[in-house]
């Protein structure tokens, strides 16, 4: 595989999460049977949150990613792809998402970080997606 399809794979993935997890905060915020003022204005927090953490957080493990990707030589070993970081950054969410399940945390708080999180998987995958159309061009 080339370069660029594996870099937009991850992307795809990310974005996959995301919306899994964007569903499952906005289902916890609905059940929480808010007045439409709030329940509009936890998910605009929620959303905010998660465009910031993309921007300051995500964004550079994006790079990071892409240019361990793009470092190996063709055929890339599929083992190899991602570091050890990026396995720590997923089970970091997982067991952030867990913690909150397991301390019963209220379905208003479970939303709204699961809306954040799932808004700024979506907005990495995008950033994933484009720099591999990008070195897609790059590459031909």
């Given at each position: 595989?080339?370069?660029?399809?594996?870099?937009?794979?991850?992307?795809?993935?990310w974005i996959f999460m995301g919306l899994y997890?964007?569903?499952?905060?906005?289902?916890?915020?609905?059940?929480?049977?808010?007045?439409?003022?709030?329940?509009?204005?936890?998910?605009?927090?929620?959303?905010?949150?998660?465009?910031?953490?993309?921007?300051?957080?995500?964004?550079?493990?994006?790079?990071?990613?892409?240019?361990?990707?793009?470092?190996?030589?063709?055929?890339?070993?599929?083992?190899?792809?991602?570091?050890?970081?990026?396995?720590?950054?997923?089970?970091?969410?997982?067991?952030?998402?867990?913690?909150?399940?397991?301390?019963?945390f209220p379905v208003i708080i479970r939303g709204?970080?699961?809306?954040?999180?799932?808004?700024?998987?979506?907005?990495?995958?995008?950033?994933?997606?484009?720099m591999g159309i990008s070195s897609k061009k790059?590459?031909?």
């Open positions: 595989m080339k370069h660029w399809f594996y870099i937009a794979f991850t992307g795809v993935l997890l964007s569903v499952k905060g906005i289902d916890f915020l609905s059940i929480s049977n808010l007045s439409p003022f709030y329940f509009i204005s936890i998910c605009i927090v929620s959303i905010v949150v998660g465009f910031l953490k993309e921007k300051f957080i995500l964004k550079k493990t994006v790079k990071r990613i892409v240019g361990r990707i793009l470092s190996f030589m063709t055929p890339i070993p599929v083992l190899k792809i991602y570091d050890r970081r990026f396995y720590m950054i997923i089970f970091m969410m997982v067991a952030l998402a867990q913690s909150l399940k397991l301390f019963s709204g970080i699961d809306l954040a999180i799932g808004v700024a998987l979506i907005k990495g995958g995008y950033s994933f997606i484009n790059i590459s031909y």
